[in-house]
């Protein structure tokens, strides 16, 4: 059984940032394809980032790219999510999750159904 947990959330003003971690234990880390997902009130499950075993590839929603920078540490067996220039809209529990199938676009990186694991979640809050 593979676990993950998230940390790094918080409260932050507009314009602030925040990086995230996910340390991921139970298996062996480097054979999983990494993906950051968020859940706002009353929304489903959305797409954040991905990113390939071997850090090779990554992949990002339209609305955090330029912003987010997803990456990972195979040696800590973590992967991280650097926030910045964040906005009010990127309000939300964050979560990562670990995939085991192959993750060659974007329209496979954000199909939530290829990841078998998740985290608890991290709530992120953007409010002045």
């Known amino acids: 059984q593979v676990q993950l947990v998230e940390s790094g959330g918080g409260l932050v003003r507009p314009g602030g940032s925040l990086k995230l971690s996910c340390v991921v234990s139970?298996?062996?880390?480097?054979?999983?394809?990494m993906g950051w997902f968020r859940q706002a009130p009353g929304k489903e499950r959305g797409f954040v980032a991905a990113?390939?075993?071997?850090?090779?590839?990554?992949y990002y929603a339209d609305s955090v790219k330029g912003r987010f920078t997803i990456s990972r540490d195979n040696a800590k067996n973590t992967v991280y999510l650097q926030m910045n220039s964040l906005k009010p809209e990127d309000t939300a529990v964050y979560y990562c999750?670990?995939?085991?199938?192959?993750?060659?676009?974007?329209?496979?990186?954000?199909?939530?159904?290829?990841?078998?694991?998740w985290g608890q979640g991290t709530q992120v809050t953007v409010s002045s």
């Open positions: 999750a670990a995939s085991s199938r192959a993750l060659f676009s974007t329209i496979q990186a954000m199909d939530i159904t290829r990841y078998s694991y």
């Open positions: 139970g298996r062996t880390f480097s054979n999983y394809n």
């Open positions: 990113i390939t075993w071997n850090g090779d590839r990554t």
